[in-house]
Nanobody, 121 residues
Framework: QVQLVESGGGLVQAGGSLRLSCAAS????????MGWFRQAPGKEREFVATISIRGGRTSYVDSAKGRFTISRDNTKNTGYLQMNSLKPEDTAVYYCAAGRGGWSTANYDYWGQGTQVTVSS
C-alpha cells in the first residue's frame, strides 16, 4: 500500500511558479512509476507528467513541455512537479499517483487527495 499526500498548491499570477510535492508513505514508493494529473472544473482528469522508478525516463503532455519538470527523491519518498511560466489554463486540482506509469489514469493504483492550483491572469 502507498498513501500519497500532495502539497504546494496555491494562487499565483500568470508567469509565476509553483513547486508541488507528493509525499508517499510506505516502503514501496520506489517500486512504482509516479505521475501527475490535473482536473479542471467540468473537465476530465488529464495526464500532465510521469517519471520512471529511478527517474531515468520522463514524459509530459505537450502543454507542459518546457515549463514543467517532474522529479523524485526515493530516499525521501517524495515526488515533485516544478511548474514555471504558469498560465490561467493551468488552473486545476493537481493529483499525484503511483502505478505502472504512462498517460492513462487506469495505469495508476494509488492517488493523493489533490492540491488546488489557481493561476490568475
Amino acid at each position: 500500500q502507498v498513501q500519497l499526500v500532495e502539497s504546494g498548491g496555491g494562487l499565483v499570477q500568470a508567469g509565476g511558479s509553483l513547486r508541488l510535492s507528493c509525499a508517499a508513505s510506505g516502503r514501496t514508493f520506489s517500486s512504482y512509476d509516479m505521475g501527475w494529473f490535473r482536473q479542471a472544473p467540468g473537465k476530465e482528469r488529464e495526464f500532465v507528467a510521469t517519471i520512471s522508478i529511478r527517474g531515468g525516463r520522463t514524459s509530459y503532455v505537450d502543454s507542459a513541455k518546457g515549463r514543467f519538470t517532474i522529479s523524485r527523491d526515493n530516499t525521501k519518498n517524495t515526488g515533485y512537479l516544478q511548474m514555471n511560466s504558469l498560465k490561467p489554463e493551468d488552473t486545476a486540482v493537481y493529483y499525484c499517483a503511483a502505478g505502472r506509469g504512462g498517460w492513462s489514469t487506469a495505469n495508476y493504483d494509488y492517488w493523493g487527495q489533490g492540491t488546488q492550483v489557481t493561476v490568475s491572469s
